[in-house]
């Protein structure tokens, strides 16, 4: 089942990146969304505290009238909870005159007030009016500012130190029993509870489950990383040697063994290795009917122009592959950027088969739908931008056209890619080249303009016949006469006009359905 899914989807399993990126993003979130709970467990303790200690502090002045110090000395700290303080004012409390007659009453009052004052003053007093609790990110080595925190989601800690403590204030608010001490409204400010509480358990249990996930990660990675050698190598790289040796076989002039061809996936690889076999044979046909006739020349030179043709893109497949197999830890975009270069080798190989088998025997059979000027030109610069930016010809592909065009996209797209070809092999100084594509009388225009040589002027009434070359070393001289043939066969016509030194210009025009 494995190996017969297309080749994008294998690379896509083996692929670590997604991986990395996957397991990041949930150490990330696990580690804020478990900081965000356990800081919110802090805050639910200190709270309870609070409570608890303004429980303890309205039975004390219910009962007696007055709150000992030796308890409030005794809460000044509980277990992880440390420098518990009463913050209050005098003013706050509201008592009545007669209840502050006592003056030494009124002394442990001041002193307290004092004292807590001058330990919390940095925090204000807003906790009288406002009546909300208020938190801080506060440090005991004072190594950064003091934070104060409104909402855990937004204003907690990238990353939580052992030296992070959270201090409190939390409000004492007026119920209906402080009305026996107290001449204050239900709802009002009486004091607050000041306490700190420290983080550093928290900073290192976090740690700790970070690395937990950090060693579990580079596991996985290296496991990832083992698989996708393996799985790349029986996949890829293996299938792709063997085609490359067929095709040795072939042009060398023997004919391989059927059974070479057996053992293929159903991917793209097996889909060439298809389309190589069906020309091992439709060339085997062509050379025994040639070897009747004056075709016997041309068979030769076509199927040894082909192979010739064709070990190009078929070093360029093995070549990435071999890199691939031996950098596979390279970055992301690098790699997505060879397999890139991988799949237009590929496509290059199936376009050159499609061609020969068509040629052979004289017949394209069109797929037909509706495309537009726009999806050739998206098309076509997808297919060349990358070459061109490495040259120093340069590329422009503009469409003015508009509506649909009945046609077979993808054979068009060779043709042009052909008018293309041809153009650079005439601009081997650089210059100018240009793809437009306009509406014109009911048809599809397309222009091909280069800035080139020209074309001779002894070839250019032969020039879309078969094997008819311009002088350059490589090729098989099809490549106009397939592109000739194609356009043909949408009811289409092209034509050019050349200048000696200035350049060639393609004209090719595509019916659309409603002028046919």
Known sequence: MFKNLSLSVKSALVFTTVFFAAVTAIAYFTYSST?????????NGATAQANTIKEALVNMMVTNESVDDKYLQKVSSSGDIKNIHILFRMDSLHFDESYLEDDARRTRLIRREVDVWDLNKDFGGEVFFTKEPKWFLTCNKHLHETKMIKNLSADKPAVLNSCDEMKALIPFVAEKKCKQCHNVELGSVLGAAVMTVP???????????????????????VLA?????????????????????????????????????????????????????????????????????????????????IVHDLRTPLTAVSLIADFLQKHQTIEPEQREKKFEQLHTAIRRIDDMMQELIDFSQNNVELNMSNSSGEELSEILMKDHEEHFAASNIRFA????????????????????????SNATQDMPNGGMLSVMMSDNNGS???????????????????????????????????????AKKIIEVHKGMISFTSEQGKGTEFVVTIPRPNSL
């Open 35 to 43: 900081q965000e709970q356990m800081m919110s467990q802090v805050q």
């Open 225 to 305: 990383l083992v698989l996708n050698g393996l799985v790349f190598r029986s996949a890829v790289a293996d299938p792709l040697k063997k085609l490359a040796g067929i095709t040795e076989t072939i042009g060398s002039g023997t004919a391989p063994d059927q059974l070479l061809f057996k053992g293929f996936a159903k991917d793209e690889i097996g889909t060439i290795a298809a389309a190589v076999e069906s020309m091992q044979k439709n060339l085997a046909k062509v050379q025994f009917d040639a070897a009747k006739g004056e075709r016997i020349g041309a068979a030769v030179k076509i199927a040894r122009s």
């Open 199 to 221: 983080l550093d358990q928290t900073a290192r249990y976090l740690e700790s489950n970070a690395l937990q996930s950090l060693y579990v990660f580079g596991g996985f990675l």
């Open 397 to 420: 592909v503009s469409n003015h056209s508009s509506g649909a065009v009945h046609m077979d996209k993808e054979r068009v797209r060779r043709a042009l890619n052909h008018l293309i």
């Open 444 to 482: 599809l225009k397309i222009v091909v303009e280069d800035t080139g040589t020209g074309i001779p002027q002894e070839i250019r009434e032969s020039l879309f016949e078969p094997f008819v070359t311009g002088g350059t070393k490589s090729g098989a001289g099809l490549g106009l006469a397939v």
